[in-house]
């Protein structure tokens, strides 16, 4: 079945750093790819996505390609700040929404 | 527009007991969803109704869980009875359009003592 795998948290960096979290996945056919963002005590929040091969998603000055070769859709900031603290989720939709376990992320002023 | 209304927000019951949560998706999203959030884990899907009628209820303990959705408007999750591993949070989730996006609420957080 479909599958989405994530790189481990935490992820812990200083405010202004570069970020990349690592996703791939596992799917048939051509899934639509999302990245959720659930912020402490919150619910989850679409942040961006893509919805076939070579698409840039981008939101709040964070970005993903939807890199179809290697089966990838890596999350980057180019500087964090600290209310970006928060779990970030990857998730494939198929013919349903698929999520990977999760990555925290920790921003130390 | 008006987002997903979930309610409790939290629930506190000992094991065997029942619970039942409730869902009123975005209006005019046809499909709806609950989901199942494990501290630590990514929310897994546990039943996917498009309008009043279930098209995936695969992961759905159904021994223990049950779910329906009258109308195909607002919608019911209910556990009964209860085990100590199904302290989660239970999302519940509306889209639109199948492969797009999916609208969430803030969930409901049950602990099973």
């Known amino acids: 079945g479909d599958s989405v795998t994530q790189m481990e948290g935490p992820v812990t960096l200083s405010e202004e750093a570069f970020l990349t979290i690592n996703c791939t996945y596992t799917?048939?056919?051509?899934?639509?790819l999302f990245w959720y963002v659930q912020y402490p005590g919150e619910g989850l929040q679409l942040l961006l996505k893509?919805?076939?091969?070579?698409d840039k998603g981008s939101n709040k000055g964070f970005e993903a390609t939807y890199r179809k070769e290697t089966t990838s859709f890596h999350l980057e900031k180019g500087s964090v700040q600290v209310s970006d603290s928060a779990v970030y989720f990857c998730?494939?939709?198929?013919?349903?929404?698929?999520f990977g376990a999760g990555t925290i992320l920790r921003v130390k002023s | 527009e008006a987002g997903v209304a979930q309610s409790p927000r939290y629930k506190i019951i000992e094991k065997r007991q029942s619970v039942a949560f409730w869902c009123n998706p975005i209006s005019g999203h046809a499909t709806l969803y609950w989901y199942q959030q494990i501290l630590g884990q990514g929310p897994k899907l546990l039943i996917q109704f498009q309008n009043n009628g279930v098209v995936d209820d695969s992961q759905l303990p159904k021994d223990r869980f049950s779910a329906e959705r009258l109308k195909g408007v607002d919608s019911t999750l209910k556990i009964q009875p209860a085990k100590l591993e199904d302290s989660a949070v239970y999302l519940c989730?509306?889209?639109?359009?199948?492969?797009?996006?999916?609208?969430f609420g803030s969930g409901t957080r049950l602990t099973v003592v």
């Open positions: 893509a919805t076939k091969a070579d």
């Open positions: 998730a494939l939709n198929g013919n349903k929404l698929v």
């Open positions: 799917a048939t056919g051509y899934p639509s």
């Open positions: 989730a509306s889209s639109l359009v199948l492969v797009e996006g999916y609208t």
